[in-house]
């Protein structure tokens, strides 16, 4: 591997770091709540609740956010703005939609059909992949953006100007064949 590629591949390293770790942090809760359903036996209780449906929500909430700050992150981005939007509209479409509607329903009826075992686990799966890709699109389109040839600075102006440093990059320890652990 060059020593080119390295910049970009830290660079993608520590986004995919940082995007599992948000997903981590908004399931974590829904963690606790299915492990204590767990030890009490009630595993299958877990996928018949809104709990899924509501962690849906939450991360196709996030995936909109995302793609909306692609967007509006610089304003040379305009000419991505189709492709933004059919992603936001899918997300509405297709997690956003139907989590909010599975919720309504669980909470209202006292019987919940047995397809919804099945159809929260796979929007929470969607909605996981979608906030992802926005993530992905949004670095992408940022970095196209600001000129992402070798050595383009992409910080803002009045930082460049002012000669204040950028924020540095997270620094993740590479592992040697020589650890112990």
């Known amino acids: 591997m060059s020593d080119q590629n390295r910049p970009q591949e830290h660079n993608s390293l520590s986004m995919m770091y940082g995007t599992y770790a948000d997903v981590l942090f908004v399931l974590f809760p829904f963690l606790v709540i299915a492990m ?6 009630n595993v299958y209780e877990t996928l018949m609740r809104a709990d899924l449906s509501i962690a849906a929500t939450i991360m196709a909430g996030l995936a909109i956010g995302k793609f909306v700050l692609g967007l509006v992150t610089n304003r040379d981005l ?4 189709e492709r933004i939007v059919f992603f936001i509209a899918l997300t509405l479409f297709v997690v956003l939609g139907p989590s909010i509607i599975l919720m309504l329903s669980i909470v209202g009826n ?6 919804v075992a099945f159809v929260q686990p796979v929007l929470l799966i969607v909605a996981i992949s979608l906030y992802t890709t926005a993530v992905s699109i949004s670095n992408i389109l940022v ?8 050595g383009a600075d992409s910080r803002p102006a009045g930082e460049r100007e002012q000669g204040r440093p950028g924020p540095a990059p997270l620094e993740l320890p590479r592992k040697t064949g020589n650890d112990s652990f």
């Open 78 to 81: 305009g000419r991505y703005k």
């Open 36 to 41: 204590q359903r767990l030890w009490n036996g």
């Open 110 to 115: 006292t019987e919940v059909p047995g397809f």
């Open 143 to 150: 970095r196209e953006g600001a000129g992402a040839g070798e």
